[in-house]
């Protein structure tokens, strides 16, 4: 009894220095899309998401009393507010980037980003907008290449749909290792730190990673694209019930496992399975706050 006392307040010791006093319930990994210009001119310019709604999470129109993200650059922020797209009447939603001289020529909306919008751009020293057709979020991670050699022509941007791959793969790898290494120093705890136990999570975790993250990006490819089962608003929701899934998964491989490779009867594997995650999820949500292109 004493040890299972210990093991819990030392994961919770473990999850205190990541996770910030003040709790919040969305804290699954939110979609994102990446925009990288071509040809950009050699000048300031800012960017944007224009969204065919007028709230999305936090994100909202403003409405003559709900100014936020203007203090740095007011009158970039008022050029977007006063921006209407006559042609299919998508929202500004207060969120924008500085992009060109000296800044690089792409933006991520990291944070729950519009399911459905346009590209939008705005040069400051013409006073000039360029837009885009309408676009979709494809996958978790979305990316698209805008080409900005025509800006001046008044016509619609040129957008060619890009999937990261190589970018995409590497950072789910470090996810893994990452997760693993985690579940590793919790199974110290538990006393499943030998090497037979260790051959038992390692590929467990690894099977469960991918499962997980093939799930996000088919639910998305799923919502957007052929408008079924979950809705994207519903990916942290959607989020929880796969790591739901994932516990169940890996308690019961452990169960089935553990004993034929310990005869140590304070092993319990369904406790490791559930502190073991907790703590990867700790840690990640951490990681997610000071790195989120990695998540």
């Avoid at 977007?80 to 924008?96: I, K, P, R, S």
């Avoid at 991520?108 to 000039?128: E, G, H, Q, V």
């Avoid at 120093?185 to 730190?193: E, N, R, S, T, Y």
Wanted: aromatic share 16%; charged share 15%; proline share 5%.
């Amino acid at each position: 009894m004493k040890k299972a006392v210990l093991r819990m307040l030392l994961c919770l010791q473990m999850l205190a220095l990541f996770l910030p006093v003040t709790a919040q319930a969305d804290i699954g990994p939110k979609p994102a899309v990446h925009i990288t210009f071509r040809h950009a001119p050699d000048t300031v310019y800012f960017a944007t998401l224009l969204s065919s709604e007028p709230t999305n999470g936090p994100d909202t129109v403003y409405d003559g009393s709900n100014p936020w993200n203007h203090e740095e650059y007011p009158q970039i922020w008022r050029a977007f507010v006063d921006y209407e797209d006559t042609a299919d009447g998508f929202y500004f939603l207060q969120n924008f980037w500085k992009c060109g001289s000296g800044s690089e020529d792409a933006f991520s909306w990291t944070y729950r980003a519009p399911n459905t919008f346009k590209i939008l751009c705005y040069f400051p020293d013409t006073d000039t907008f360029a837009i885009s057709d309408t676009h979709v979020r494809y996958a978790f991670d979305t990316y698209y290449d805008v080409e900005l050699s025509g800006w001046q022509s008044g016509e619609i941007l040129p957008t060619d749909r890009e999937y990261a791959f190589a970018k995409e793969s590497a950072f789910l790898v470090v996810r893994v290792v990452l997760t693993i290494l985690v579940e590793l120093g919790v199974a110290v705890l538990f006393g499943c730190d030998s090497k037979a136990f260790r051959k038992v999570i390692v590929p467990t975790n690894i099977t469960t990673q991918l499962f997980l993250n093939i799930m996000l990006n088919y639910n998305t490819y799923r919502a957007l694209i052929l408008h079924r089962w979950v809705s994207t608003p519903n990916q942290g929701l959607l989020f929880f019930m796969l790591e739901g899934v994932v516990f169940l998964i890996e308690a019961g491989i452990y169960v089935f496992r553990f004993p034929s490779v310990s005869d140590k009867k304070e092993v319990r594997p369904v406790s490791y399975a559930f502190w073991a995650n907790l703590c990867s999820y700790g840690v990640g949500y951490a990681l997610a706050a000071a790195l989120p292109a990695l998540f």
